[in-house]
């Protein structure tokens, strides 16, 4: 199966009607948006890890801070723009022993959604890192909203196949703002590579499908490789040392 088939066979639930839901307002600034005006996907993810934060800080969940995003997927209705206040409202979408699936939607003031998103986060234990089970009093919290719907955690990009003959290869260079207080490579970072391709090589236009998957974390010092295969879609790689640490793909949706 291609990077293509297996990001549009994910399955973006709706939301059940029941339980907690979290809303916060933002509007669109200068440094989140491109020289034509539409939200850039980097500044889209930021923004949902941003609410995700502001939200278990809200429920008072016991340990809010050690999760770890594994899968991002984006489905984009239409772009927002710059200057235009939006609503990001999340809720769970889904749960496993060890993680738990984040849905969030982004509308316009009068309703409309504009982005839909899932993020699957795991839950680590604060001192190894290792993925550890979700705390009873966070699965107290989620439990109502995702209605018993279970996800699991296999990554759908990492066996699929990708056409390394067909890719282009290149290095890409690492910056200092690209890592965050946990000292890694932060989610968001990562949609920049993608970004790069909704410039030049793919029309962006609404029912645009992106997912990123995170396999291994990037640190700071090492060198990350970038290769990408255009088709059906942009298909990426992102490696170190030959080893694969992320995977993307961005194409539309149908």
Not at 35 to 62: C, F, H, I, M
Not at 154 to 177: G, I, K, N, Q, Y
């Amino acid at each position: 199966m291609s990077f293509a088939s297996a990001a549009r066979s994910f399955e973006m639930a709706g939301p059940t009607g029941a339980g907690r839901t979290f809303t916060a307002r933002r509007r669109v600034r200068l440094g989140d948006a491109t020289p034509k005006g539409r939200l850039r996907l980097d500044a889209v993810a930021r923004y949902l890890q941003d609410v995700s934060n502001d939200d278990t800080r809200d429920a008072e969940w016991s340990d809010p801070h050690w999760w770890v995003v594994r899968r991002t997927v984006i489905d984009v209705l239409s772009f927002p723009e710059y200057l235009q206040e939006i609503d990001l409202t999340t809720w769970c979408g889904g749960t496993g022993s060890h993680w738990a699936e984040r849905r969030t939607r982004v509308t316009s003031l009068s309703g409309e959604v504009l982005v839909d998103a899932a993020a699957l986060w795991v839950h680590v234990d604060r001192d190894s890192l290792q993925p550890s089970r979700v705390p009873v009093d966070v699965t107290a919290i989620l439990a109502e909203s995702s209605a018993g719907r279970t996800v699991g955690a296999r990554l759908l990009l990492r066996e699929r196949e990708f056409d390394t003959a067909a890719a282009t290869v290149s290095p890409w260079p690492l910056r200092f703002s690209d890592f965050d207080a946990v000292g890694h490579m932060n989610n968001a970072a990562y949609w920049e590579v993608l970004e790069e391709h909704l410039a030049g090589d793919i029309a962006v236009r609404e029912g645009l499908r992106a997912l990123v998957e995170h396999v291994v974390q990037v640190e700071p010092g090492q060198s990350l490789v970038r290769a990408s295969a255009v088709g059906d879609g942009v298909s990426v790689q992102m490696t170190v040392g030959g080893t694969v640490h992320a995977a993307a793909w961005a194409g539309s949706s149908a």
